[in-house]
């Protein structure tokens, strides 16, 4: 082992959601031989709307040892069991993506071949039946256990998830240093950041830099230019306007994603508050017009004043350049449509980690981690543009340029291969599964013109009680669960001043 070359000091640039995850997982899981400092100002604000989540956050939480009630508890969190879109089809038509398997798949095909042969037979039971998280999140109910699988996500407060992080980052040995960056100093041989000004004086030397600067990319960006590939002319919205309001007297145990006239608006419930906010394509809306249309559909009295967030769709060309690793919103941003921005956060952190170079960097390592991070992300822009693009919304022009968009060609694959004969494909490295593909190809509307000739191994009998069965299974199981805000207050009741 060559010392000279070793990594011992890491400076993560940026607290927030980013920055604390990242400190968190670095000083629990490597932190003995590490010296990990984060650098943040108290003037400088964060984002701070990552308000929902995915259910690949407990593998996250498992790694750092991190209690579910006592995080809940901490950060005023409801459970999340899926994401209800409304007019996205159509204005009128609502539909839910719900966590959790669809039925039951076969070695050969998944439910959905069984699913479409029982609607050719005249079983037009919503796809959702066969879903206890789907019938849940309908109903209001919701129940976990300690031997339960964790399809479940949750709604919480993102500054006080960030204070929980820092607690467990700090208790692990790293530490916070106040300030705002002045410069960012470059090695004049190779090109690597060899420390940080700070405005007190203070200069943070490293060998590792994690760039968790948010949009700015004070690091990844204005030092290194690194690049960037925009994607807006897929994911047209480029602002979004977000407010609190009072909490709901009966949060459900769902985000809601309604679709409005030039984009869409979010609302998300938590047990002291609700998270509101308005994503649109300013192409076709101003500001001024968006806070306005949010006021108007907003429960409650608002808590602050409304904010606008500008933001630019699509990722940077590398998110590991030199000695610095762009995680968070400064490595790139996909909308908050699904409730990804955390998970890509998560995958990020977990990415460096198992290609930590801890005795020097690698370029052969550096270019695995920045494939794979490049190829996840765009997995996950796909299912994003999907909503967009299939749809049969033409009320306003906002929409039909949505509809007439060309897409990825790895996206209308998928489009093609579902339409065509119901497969959904995954190529090994996705996020969302099968059951998530095909639930949202169904509600915005596509179906399938074939299905897998294994079905018709059943006769129509056998799949007719096969079909009742999943779905009486999964009436069994919600029937018995109790209500979701019972279960909050039984199980994670916030701690509120």
């Known amino acids: ?41 108290e003037a400088i604000g964060t984002v701070g709307v990552g308000e929902a ?86 109903e209001g109910r919701f129940a976990v256990s300690p031997r339960s699988e964790r399809t479940h996500a949750y709604h919480f ?3 006080l998830y960030a204070k929980f992080l820092r607690n467990l980052a700090e ?40 760039d968790c600067t948010g949009f700015r990319g004070l690091l990844i960006d204005q030092a290194l230019h690194t690049g960037y590939d925009d994607w807006g002319h897929w994911l047209p919205s480029d602002r979004a306007v977000a407010v609190q309001t009072g909490k709901s007297e009966n949060p459900v145990a769902y985000t809601r994603s309604i679709a409005r006239e030039s984009g869409w608006q979010w609302r998300i419930p938590l047990q002291s508050r609700t998270g509101n906010g308005l994503v649109y394509c300013s192409h076709y809306m101003n500001d001024d017009q968006a806070m306005e249309q949010l006021l108007e559909n907003v429960e409650g009295e608002p808590l602050i004043q409304p904010r606008v967030i500008p933001f630019r769709t699509g990722t940077r060309r590398k998110h590991w350049n030199k000695n610095c690793v762009a995680i968070g919103l400064s490595s790139g941003f996909i909308e908050p449509l699904e409730s990804t921005s955390i998970h890509l956060i998560q995958r990020s952190i977990v990415r460096l980690m198992t290609f930590f170079p801890a005795n020097g960097f690698v370029q052969a390592d550096i270019k695995e981690f920045n494939r794979l991070i490049r190829e996840e992300t765009e997995n996950v822009r796909d299912f994003v543009v999907l ?50 593909w095909l639930q949202v190809l169904l509600g915005q509307g596509l179906m399938p013109r074939s299905y897998h000739p294994i079905v018709d191994m059943m006769s129509d009998e056998e799949l007719a009680r096969f079909l009742s069965g999943i779905r009486s299974d999964v009436r069994a199981a919600v029937d018995s669960w109790p209500n979701h805000l019972e279960f909050i207050n039984h199980y994670c009741k916030a701690r509120l001043e």
């Open 387 to 436: 909503h967009y693009k299939l749809t049969d919304r033409q009320d306003t022009e906002f929409w039909r340029h949505c509809r007439a968009m060309e897409v990825p060609d790895s996206l209308v694959h998928r489009m093609e291969m579902f339409e065509q004969g119901g497969r959904v494909y995954q190529n090994g490295t996705e996020l969302f599964g099968e059951s998530s």
């Open 171 to 210: 208790k692990h040995g790293a530490q916070r240093i106040e300030g705002k960056i002045e410069q960012v100093q470059l090695d004049h041989h190779n090109g690597h950041i060899k420390a940080l000004k700070l405005d007190s004086g203070k200069l943070l030397e490293g060998d590792l830099f994690i």
């Open 53 to 138: 989540t995915i259910p690949t956050l407990h593998l996250f939480h498992q790694l750092l040892g991190i209690d579910e009630r006592e995080l809940m508890a901490y950060t005023n969190a409801t459970f999340k069991l899926g994401i209800a879109f409304e007019n996205w089809k159509d204005v009128g038509q609502d539909y839910i993506h719900s966590f959790g398997a669809a039925g039951k798949d076969c070695w050969a095909c998944n439910f959905s071949h069984f699913w479409v042969k029982g609607r050719q037979l005249g079983i037009h039971h919503d796809i959702g039946d066969y879903t206890r998280e789907h019938l849940g999140a309908r």
């Open 1 to 41: 082992m060559n010392d000279e070359n070793r990594i011992r000091r890491v400076i993560i640039a940026g607290g927030g959601t980013a920055g604390w995850m990242t400190a968190a997982a670095l000083a629990k899981l490597l932190g003995k031989n590490l010296d990990i400092k984060l650098v943040e100002s």
């Open 157 to 159: 407060d993102a500054s």
